[in-house]
């Protein structure tokens, strides 16, 4: 062989190699939309534009999260408790629940009267109590954003790769703060939810952030893949400040039931279990095509996450300059999540520690140690 | 055999390497490449390909261990601090320790001192129950009560306690007026005790007071308790440690090393900054690689500590880098302290290996260069066990026989040679001699050539010969025409055009150069199209151009493209055919008219447009026309591709070529479908126009003749009916007379019908509900039907009002019904219907007579045998019948079209042979409401006699005249006669007459009634008139509809009705019974 055909030999096997790099690249290529994410008018969403939400001087309408452990146990025990019905239907009222996929929905039908009370993050709740008089009286749970990578041992080695993560979330402040913590710079790839397991599944994104189930179930499907970095997070039960104001009795009830279901929930295995496989009904409501939850992951991963989470007791701490909330507060105004004018001391001052205190501290005219919850009824 | 000679000895060429130090060298140099690469691969990995080294997996496994272990003194910490919340919750909940705490809180608060509580039995129970728990739980070391209110600690475990404030007071108040049970906070090492962590529980006031009864506080040891706890587990070698820090950085727990100055941190007070600290107070869990607070390198592992949200601390787990690497560099050398020994001894192999290889090699490389110095008689013997070695050796014995056996025969092959050389020298003097005889050949081709050809050096640009052709498009001769350059016969401007186009030819990437415009030797420019090629001659490159004038063609075709311009933006539609008929060519007007694009029509037939409209003999009649050269005209309805149709006059004419032979055929096709329609809608317009016309005539004809034969009318009937009252009952010629009177009412009948259609009658419109007139006579309708006719009714709700005559309407009603009753012999359906509906202005304009705007549509529909065209134009007319004679009279239709036309309203008859019949009629929606019908009262009136009352009656008819006073006279009246208007104003005036009533006909030679009525009123005011009248035209009445108090009769009338009428007038004068 020749000079001059060593050299084609060899130029043949770059560009051999260059066209498969280049088809690699091209493959990898991660899809940036997700079919329910683009949807800024949400009156035309596929799944919300078949709400039809009752008027609101007779019917207490919550927002709920069915994927979202834990949180969606207590408020698939709320829609089960009858303790609640006869409350609410003692002053004329009744209740009713719309499942949503994240946060900001909520609010969204919240700043439109069409929801009263709301069950969310933390940066939805301070969204919302920058945009109508809030009351938030109470968290649902404490818990952690994991941050999951492939072929990463620390949140530093994520540096230039695609991270996906859910916008406007909670886990979006996470992921951000975190980045900039440690000096990190990614490409981040917006998701929904359901879309991130089927991304990190495909390879299409190196890493996301993510919360319980969608954690474990990364995990369980991605063997190479694990946590780097995991980031607090809390979320909150919130009133419409006009509704609590017109309707204070409902707001107790609700409190109540709330601390009810936390006490009912964390007394008995078969309550944690029943509480699950409620949650899991609600998630194939919402999604049908979404991949199903295993009833005994779902029942672990509410345990611990009910071990992290047995009060609902706003700490005052995180709301101290500084500190976990006026953190997140001011992350929200960097990112103009939230507007440049909005103050901190006014939302501070919708967070109420004192009506859940007194709700507490009586037990027995609050019936917190009392449960009567539909367990043979069907969803309605 | 001999050597061969040898003038110049051959060169020996000595390599630089023996081939033993060549395969040592390639095979060691391998191995140690081979080595190298595969220890740094071993070592590091291929980091872009995600292979991991070992100094990754040890940093993988160091990660991974570390993960494990903050994650589980995590979990222990977490465990732990809820056992001993559990601890102090079962205390709190003991309730002879609340009640004691009460007891005692409340003896404290009285003011009593220590010493005096200390003998109480509620303080010994509470002292004995903290001393035993602290002993029974060896983490606390203390286990205080505090009341809330005086801020000391009443009840300890530890007597030095007592009666001091808490440490760290302002925690323990935060506590206190918070709403948690829980507690926790850290304190600095401070007698009387050393560092520790507290943990606290409120005691709820059973009297339900905000205020904690008194707060539980134990006492835990950092060094000795806590410390030790999360340095248990896996060991992390001289620089690890593990720090517990606040949600403010503090630490809680001492520091393992020094700061960089040589202080020590404080417990409480120092504030770690470093990255890890920071993630961990904000809750934050991970692993990095980064600095302490030393500044120093370790790989930190940061959890969070939260408990209920009481406690938000930060753990760190940190190693030094160091440490950790120098770990796995040990590893690292190990290993490749085993990889040097192996690489050692393959190095030794390899040695040997090309001592072996290379030895046979130098027996016959010595071999060979004796032979290459002549000597043939070299043989080799090498004794060795490789069958390649073999066969070599034997292979190079072989050639040196050989060798030696060509060396004899190359002699005598030279000598072969040298005879083959000499005749090879004699053909090629031929063969230049067939070459000059070629040359000149072509150069005779080369003169002769229509095309021009040049020549011309290369370098200079010069020409150097060209043929006559050439010579005569420049307008050079051959002389002048060498030493021309090519620069010379081109425009200057578009030199460098044309020499980018040689090039390109030179090249090879262009064969022929079009439209290159050349320049003659008077200036003056042509196009030429021009061939070029590389030539050498005489040893030097040259160009060849072979040059095509294409003026003429250019303008042929500038012809052509005027022609075709012409043809695509032609108005009318153009085909073009083959001479089989298919299509070769269509332009875009063809292509908007038939909705076939080029693309689709190419290659068809034109009888993809056939409508079937033209039989078959249209289109062979066309074709033999065709065929035979001549041009067809004709009107064509095609179809679209959208299948609708639309008519074309269309000229098809064949196109010859040279030999008069048909090669095309061309259409020109006009579009003529609008322009039909627009003829056909006017044509349509016209013939409604001229029937509404001939209807007018008709009616105004009738109108004319009515006046004057209601006159004789009355006459008739009024002398008929005096003979009747004259002859006796039984008398022979009275039924002859009943026949006049009858046959003079059946006349009259006409006559009003003749009046009614010519739109004449008088009528006294007001608001009419359609619906209400139908229903009002339903039932005389069902009894004209009979049995065998379905009625059924599709009455609109909320129907507009229409502004008409009761009793017209009425008769309109009857009268169609009858028809279409007449035209249901055997039975059927009739509807009657009504609606609103909005007449638009096309509407409007399609139909004359009728006014944009809302009407009320009335239909009557019937299933009978229905009517042609011709018939239906028609049915208005007066005296047009189709039923037998007899049957009708022919006037029914027309009356109903009179009274509507008289009502400004519309009627239209649609109807199809076997298909039953519609009329529908279209009257204008009333705009003024319906007015109450004022309350009659129905009660009699008692008869009273004639009194002689004076009647003066004005009639130009003497017959007439003469008849109505006779009958009057015969009533009673006093009647004076005059024969126009003039006599009875001069009766009036001139001989004082003073009538009460006045009859007048209407119209009258001289002045008319109307006109006479204002005379006498103006002398008389209180005179009455009754207008009496055949025919009033519009003298006392504007198309039909009477003046405002105008009183009137029509003719003919009989006497029973004129005396009736009269009688009105003065019965109105009578004073009523009781009044």
Not at chain 2, 963 to 974: A, D, E, F, N, P
């Amino acid at each position: 062989m020749n000079r001059s055909q060593s050299l084609l030999v060899v130029t043949f096997i770059l560009c051999i190699t260059a066209g498969f790099a280049l088809f690699v690249m091209t493959s990898l290529e991660p899809e940036t939309k997700s079919p329910l994410l683009t949807y800024e008018d949400l009156s035309s969403h596929p799944i919300y534009s078949t709400y039809r939400f009752s008027p609101g001087d007779k019917t207490v309408r919550i927002g709920i999260q069915p994927f979202w452990v834990y949180g969606a146990n207590i408020a698939e025990a709320l829609r089960h408790d009858r303790l609640l019905a006869a409350e609410l239907e003692a002053i004329g009222m009744q209740v009713e629940f719309h499942s949503f996929l994240k946060g900001p929905d909520i609010n969204y039908f919240m700043t439109r009267d069409q929801l009263d009370v709301g069950m969310s993050g933390y940066l939805p709740t301070l969204k919302m109590t920058t945009l109508k008089n809030t009351l938030v009286p109470a968290t649902i749970d404490r818990n952690y954003f994991d941050i999951i990578a492939r072929n990463s041992l620390t949140i530093r080695d994520l540096e230039g790769k695609k991270i996906g993560f859910t916008p406007g979330s909670d886990a979006h402040h996470a992921l951000v703060e975190a980045l900039e913590l440690t000096g990190t710079t990614a490409r981040l790839i917006p998701l929904n939810i359901d879309a991130i397991v089927k991304a990190m599944g495909d390879g299409q994104i190196d890493a996301c952030v993510s919360w319980e189930p969608i954690t474990s179930q990364l995990l369980s499907e991605n063997w190479d893949a694990h946590v780097v970095y995991r980031s607090r997070w809390i979320t909150f039960l919130y009133f419409r400040g006009d509704f609590a104001e017109t309707h204070p009795r409902a707001v107790h009830s609700l409190m109540a039931a709330q601390a009810r279901a936390i006490r009912w929930i964390n007394s008995d295995s078969d309550n944690l279990a029943l509480s699950s496989s409620w949650a899991i009904d609600a998630c194939r409501q919402l999604l049908p095509d979404s991949p199903p939850f295993s009833l005994p992951y779902f029942i672990k991963w509410s345990r611990q996450a009910g071990t992290l989470s047995n009060t609902s007791r706003i700490f005052t701490a995180d709301l101290d300059d500084g500190q976990f909330l006026h953190n997140a507060f001011t992350f929200m105004q960097k990112q103009e999540l939230i507007s440049a004018d909005a103050q901190w001391q006014k939302t501070r001052a919708m967070f109420d520690t004192q009506q859940l205190a007194s709700i507490l501290e009586n037990p027995d005219e609050w019936r917190l140690n009392t449960f009567d919850y539909a367990v043979e009824e069907q969803r309605p | 055999m001999s050597a061969p000679p040898a003038n110049h000895p051959p060169e020996v060429l000595k390599g630089r390497y023996s081939l033993r130090s060549w395969l040592f060298m390639v095979f060691g140099g391998f191995l140690i490449v081979m080595f190298v690469t595969i220890s740094l691969i071993r070592s590091f990995g291929i980091p872009w390909i995600g292979l991991n080294g070992s100094y990754q997996d040890i940093q993988a496994h160091t990660v991974e261990e570390f993960n494990l272990l903050a994650d589980l003194k995590k979990e222990h910490l977490q465990l732990w601090l809820r056992e001993r919340r559990s601890d102090l919750d079962l205390l709190a909940k003991n309730q002879d320790m609340v009640q004691a705490v009460g007891i005692i809180n409340q003896a404290h608060r009285m003011g009593m001192e220590l010493a005096e509580l200390l003998p109480l039995a509620e303080y010994r129970l509470l002292e004995s129950r903290l001393r035993a728990t602290v002993s029974q739980y060896p983490s606390l070391t203390a286990l205080h009560l505090i009341d809330p209110v005086s801020m000391m600690i009443v009840v300890s475990s530890s007597p030095k306690f007592l009666q001091r404030p808490p440490a760290n007071e302002a925690k323990f108040v935060r506590f206190v007026h918070s709403t948690r049970p829980n507690g926790s906070w850290f304190v600095a090492g401070n007698e009387p005790d050393s560092s520790h962590m507290k943990l606290a529980r409120r005691l709820k006031d059973p009297a339900g007071g905000t205020m904690p009864l008194a707060v539980l506080v134990s006492q835990v040891n950092i060094e000795e308790i806590l410390l030790p706890m999360l340095h248990t587990g896996r060991g992390l070698g001289t620089t690890g440690e593990v720090i517990l820090v606040n949600h403010n950085q503090q630490i809680l727990t001492p520091l393992k090393h020094m700061l960089s100055a040589g202080k020590v941190a404080q417990v409480g007070d120092y504030r770690i900054e470093d990255l890890s600290a920071t993630l961990a107070s904000r809750g934050k869990e991970g692993l990095l690689f980064t600095d302490d607070y030393r500044g120093v390198p370790v790989l930190a592992c940061f959890r969070h500590i939260d408990i209920d949200g009481d406690v938000g601390w930060g753990m760190i787990v940190k190693q030094d880098m160091a440490e950790i690497d120098a770990l796995a560099w040990q590893r690292l050398r190990m290993s490749s302290l085993v990889g040097l020994a192996g690489l050692f001894f393959a190095l030794v192999g390899s040695a040997l290996f090309a001592r072996y290889l290379a030895n046979p090699i130098r027996s016959l490389t010595e071999a060979a260069t004796r032979l290459s110095k002549g000597d043939f008689s070299q043989r080799v013997q090498i004794r060795t066990n490789y069958r390649e070695v073999v066969e070599l050796s034997t292979a190079f014995n072989s050639m040196t026989e050989r060798l030696s056996n060509w060396d004899t025969a190359l002699h005598h092959e030279i000598a072969i040679k040298t005879r083959q050389l000499t005749d090879e020298l004699n053909f090629r003097k031929g063969v230049e001699e067939a070459l000059k005889e070629s040359e000149q050949t072509l150069t005779t081709i080369f003169d002769a050539a229509n095309d021009g050809i040049l020549v011309a050096d290369a370098e200079t640009l010069r020409l150097t010969r060209g043929n006559k052709a050439i010579c005569e498009m420049l307008g050079y001769s051959e002389e002048e025409l060498e030493g021309v350059s090519v620069n010379d016969i081109h425009p200057p401007e578009d030199l460098p055009h044309v020499i980018a186009v040689f090039e390109k030819q030179l090249r090879g990437e262009l064969t022929l150069a079009r439209d290159i415009p050349v320049q003659r030797k008077d200036g003056s420019h042509f196009l030429a199209d021009i061939s070029s090629s590389p030539l050498l001659l005489f040893g030097r490159p040259h160009l060849l151009g072979l040059f095509r004038d294409i003026s003429e063609q250019k303008r042929a075709e500038a012809e052509r493209d005027r022609l075709m311009m012409a043809i695509e933006q032609s108005g009318e539609a153009i085909i073009v055919t083959d001479a089989q008929g298919n299509i070769e060519y269509v332009n875009p007007m063809f292509e908007t008219v038939s909705g076939y694009n080029r693309k689709e029509a190419m290659g068809q037939n034109p009888r993809i447009l056939r409508s079937g409209h033209q039989d078959e003999s249209f289109y062979r009649e066309m074709w033999e026309t065709l065929v035979c050269g001549l041009t067809w005209k004709g009107r064509i309805v095609n179809k679209r591709k959208d299948g609708s149709l639309y008519t074309e006059d269309t000229t098809i004419s064949p196109v010859f070529d040279s030999t008069n032979k048909i090669i095309n055929y061309m259409a020109l096709k006009r579009d003529v479908t609008e322009h039909l329609l627009v003829a056909k809608e006017k044509a349509n317009l016209e013939a409604q126009l001229r029937q509404v016309q001939k209807m007018d005539s008709i009616g105004q004809l009738a109108g004319g003749v009515a006046h004057d034969f209601n006159n004789m009318l009355g006459v008739i009937l009024g002398y008929g009916e005096i003979i009747l009252s004259e002859l006796p009952p039984g008398a022979p010629l009275r039924e002859d007379v009943m026949a006049i009177v009858d046959a003079g009412r059946r006349s009259a009948a006409l006559t009003r019908q003749l009046l009614a259609f010519s739109r004449k009658q008088t009528m006294q419109p007001e608001i009419l509900d359609l619906n209400a007139v139908v229903l009002d006579i339903e039932s005389m309708l069902c009894r004209l039907m009979g049995e065998d006719i379905e009625l059924e009714k599709q009455l609109k709700a909320g129907l507009f009002r229409v502004k008409a005559d009761l009793s017209q309407i009425e008769q309109v009603i009857v009268n169609l019904v009858v028809n279409s009753r007449d035209a249901m012999p055997d039975g059927g359906k009739l509807i009657i219907a009504t609606d609103n509906v909005t007449v638009n202005k096309a509407f409007a304009r399609n139909h004359p007579g009728v006014q944009p705007g809302e009407h009320v549509l009335f239909s009557v529909t019937d299933t009978g045998h229905g009517m042609d065209e011709e018939t239906a134009s028609r049915v208005f007319e007066p005296f047009f019948t189709t039923k037998v004679l007899g049957k009708g009279t022919g006037l029914g239709l027309a009356t109903v079209y009179g009274i509507v036309r008289q009502s400004d309203g519309t009627i239209w008859a649609s109807s199809q042979p076997g298909m039953g019949t519609t009329f529908s009629i279209y009257l204008p929606k009333a705009t003024e409401k319906a007015s109450a019908k004022p309350v009659t009262d129905e009660t009699p009136k008692p008869k009273q006699g004639v009194r002689g009352e004076n009647i003066l009656i004005v009639e130009d008819e003497k017959t007439l005249r003469d008849l109505l006073r006779v009958s009057l006279s015969k009533i009673g009246y006093t009647i004076t006669e005059a024969a126009d208007g003039n006599e009875a104003i001069r009766l009036i005036k001139e001989k004082g007459l003073k009538p009460d009533l006045v009859i007048s006909d209407v119209i009258m030679p001289g002045i008319s009634g109307s006109q006479l009525a204002q005379h006498i009123r103006e002398i008389h005011p209180d005179t009455k008139v009754l207008y009496m009248s055949g025919y009033t035209g519009d003298t006392i009445a504007h198309h039909g509809v009477l003046d405002e108090d105008v009183h009137f009769i029509q003719k003919p009338f009989t006497l029973k009705q004129l005396a009736a009428k009269v009688r009105e007038f003065f019965v109105a004068d009578e004073p009523t019974a009781g009044s």
